[in-house]
T-cell receptor, first 112, second 113 residues
């Protein structure tokens, strides 16, 4: 079993819809959680960075972490065609255990 | 503009040849990383360095080598011992102290001739 599981998709939704992307993990030591967006033939771009459980909002993006369920989510409101990309979750254990463990990525297409 | 520059964007390797991928950052980050990305797999860590003149193996270091002579630079050599080098290679950097997020360059795609 992988430490981080992420549905690879592909996921297609109409423009304007709310998108929900998710990852589950097995290592209870993970404390820092990140979401990256990766366009084709480009490097990952950091979207959200959260610590421990709770919600964080940045514009149209909301990250949720539920450590009790070992489950993290990224919500995209009012989705745009420019949101079409692969979304990677990543997590680490914090000081002394800073290595990032990545999900395999979910490919998202927003249909105009 | 601060960022991470990887070059070349595309690279071709002949059998038995070593090739070197360049990574330069002007973010004043102490830590730098090399990852390999293959279709359907997450990013896998090859090597990382938290300080100049020091580096550690990641999960898939065999067939690769690195150096860290300057804070800004962390080149990766793919040696002839790496039998399956075709992949997308990503360099990242971060501040140290706690678990700081990593920032990535735009990658080098390596293919076999």
């Amino acid at each position: 079993q992988k430490e981080v599981e992420q549905d690879p998709g592909p996921l297609s939704v109409p423009e304007g819809a709310i998108v929900s992307l998710n990852c589950t993990y097995s290592n209870s030591a993970f404390q820092y959680f990140m979401w990256y967006r990766q366009y084709s033939r480009k490097g990952p771009e950091l979207l959200m960075y959260t610590y421990s459980s709770g919600n964080k909002e940045d514009g149209r993006f909301t990250a949720q972490v539920d450590k009790s369920s070992k489950y993290i989510s990224l919500f995209i409101r009012d989705s745009q065609p420019s949101d079409s990309a692969t979304y990677l979750c990543a997590m680490s254990g914090g000081f002394g255990n800073e290595k990032l463990t990545f999900g395999t990525g979910t490919r998202l297409t927003i249909i105009p | 503009d601060g960022g991470i520059t990887q070059s070349p964007k595309y690279l071709f390797r002949k059998e038995g040849q070593n090739v070197t991928l360049s990574c330069e950052q002007n973010l004043n980050h102490d830590a730098m990383y090399w990852y390999r990305q293959d279709p359907g797999q997450g990013l896998r860590l090859i090597y990382y360095s938290q300080i100049v003149n020091d580096f550690q193996k990641g999960d898939i270091a065999e067939g690769y080598s690195v150096s860290r002579e300057k804070k800004e630079s962390f080149p990766l050599t793919v040696t002839s011992a790496q039998k399956n080098p075709t992949a997308f290679y990503l360099c990242a950097s971060s501040s140290t102290g706690g678990s700081q997020p990593q920032h990535f360059g735009d990658g080098t795609r390596l293919s076999i001739l």
